[in-house]
T-cell receptor
Framework: DQQVKQNSPSLSVQEGRISILNCDYTNSMFDYFLWYKKYPAEGPTFLISISSIKDKNEDGRFTVFLNKSAKHLSLHIVPSQPGDSAVYFCAASDFNKFYFGSGTKLNVKP | ETGVTQSPTHLIKTRGQQVTLRCSSQ?????VSWYQQALGQGPQFIFQ?????ENGRGNFPPRFSGLQFPNYSSELNVNALELDDSALYLCASSWGEGVWYEQYFGPGTRLTVT
C-alpha cells in the first residue's frame, strides 16, 4: 500500500532549463510534504517542505507546489544545474509517521 | 555542529542471527527515526523515538525493535534475520519541539543477510 508515489523513475534536463519532479499521494490527512535529494553513498538531504495549508513554497531555485484537490505535489528547479543531478524523493508526514516515494533520478546535462 | 552518524557502515549476517545498528543524532536533536531502504525503493519508516519513548511505528514486525538513550543516540535491533532484511538502514534526527518534520539523515548502514 504505497501512499506516496513518484511515477517517473528518471528525468533528463538541459542545464539552465526547468526541472519538474512530480509526486502523487493518497492520504488526505498528510500534514507536511517534503523533498529530499540523495547523492550516491550519502543519506537523503532535506531540500524544502510545505505545509498542507499552503499551496506554494519557494527557497531560491527550488519551488514546491501542492494541489490538494488532485493530491499532487511537484518540485520545480529553475535554473537547473549539473550539481542538481541526484535522486529526489518526495515524502509526506501523517503526524509522526513518514512516507517516501520511490524516487526520481534527475540528470542535468551540461 | 555534528551531523548524524551511523555505525557500522557495512555488515554481513546469516539468516536467523540478530543485529544491532547504532545512530548518533545531530547535536541538539531529541527525535530519531529509523528507515529501511531496499534497492531501488524509497525509505520505509520503521519507527520513531522521542525523548526515549517510541513515538510512532510503521508496518514492521516486532522483531524490529529500538532504543533511544538519554543522550538521544539510538539503536535498531533486528532479531531472527531474514534474507529480505537485506537493505540500507537509515536513521534521521530532528528537533521534536520545533521544525519536527525536517529530518537530517545519516549515511546509512548496509546490511546483507546471507
Amino acid at each position: 500500500d504505497q501512499q506516496v508515489k513518484q511515477n517517473s523513475p528518471s528525468l533528463s534536463v538541459q542545464e539552465g532549463r526547468i526541472s519538474i519532479l512530480n509526486c502523487d499521494y493518497t492520504n488526505s490527512m498528510f500534514d507536511y510534504f517534503l523533498w529530499y535529494k540523495k547523492y550516491p553513498a550519502e543519506g537523503p538531504t532535506f531540500l524544502i517542505s510545505i505545509s498542507s495549508i499552503k499551496d506554494k513554497n519557494e527557497d531560491g531555485r527550488f519551488t514546491v507546489f501542492l494541489n490538494k484537490s488532485a493530491k499532487h505535489l511537484s518540485l520545480h528547479i529553475v535554473p537547473s544545474q549539473p550539481g542538481d543531478s541526484a535522486v529526489y524523493f518526495c515524502a509526506a508526514s501523517d503526524f509522526n509517521k513518514f512516507y517516501f516515494g520511490s524516487g526520481t533520478k534527475l540528470n542535468v546535462k551540461p | 555542529e555534528t551531523g548524524v552518524t551511523q555505525s557500522p557502515t557495512h555488515l554481513i549476517k546469516t539468516r536467523g542471527q540478530q543485529v544491532t545498528l547504532r545512530c548518533s543524532s545531530q547535536s541538539g536533536h531529541n527525535t530519531v527515526s529509523w528507515y529501511q531502504q531496499a534497492l531501488g525503493q524509497g525509505p520505509q519508516f520503521i519507527f520513531q523515538y522521542y525523548r526515549e519513548e517510541e513515538n510512532g511505528r510503521g508496518n514492521f514486525p516486532p522483531r524490529f525493535s529500538g532504543l533511544q538513550f538519554p543522550n538521544y543516540s539510538s539503536e535498531l535491533n533486528v532479531n531472527a534475520l531474514e534474507l529480505d532484511d537485506s537493505a540500507l538502514y537509515l536513521c534521521a534526527s530532528s528537533w521534536g519541539e520545533g521544525v519536527w518534520y525536517e529530518q537530517y539523515f545519516g549515511p546509512g548502514t548496509r546490511l546483507t543477510v546471507t
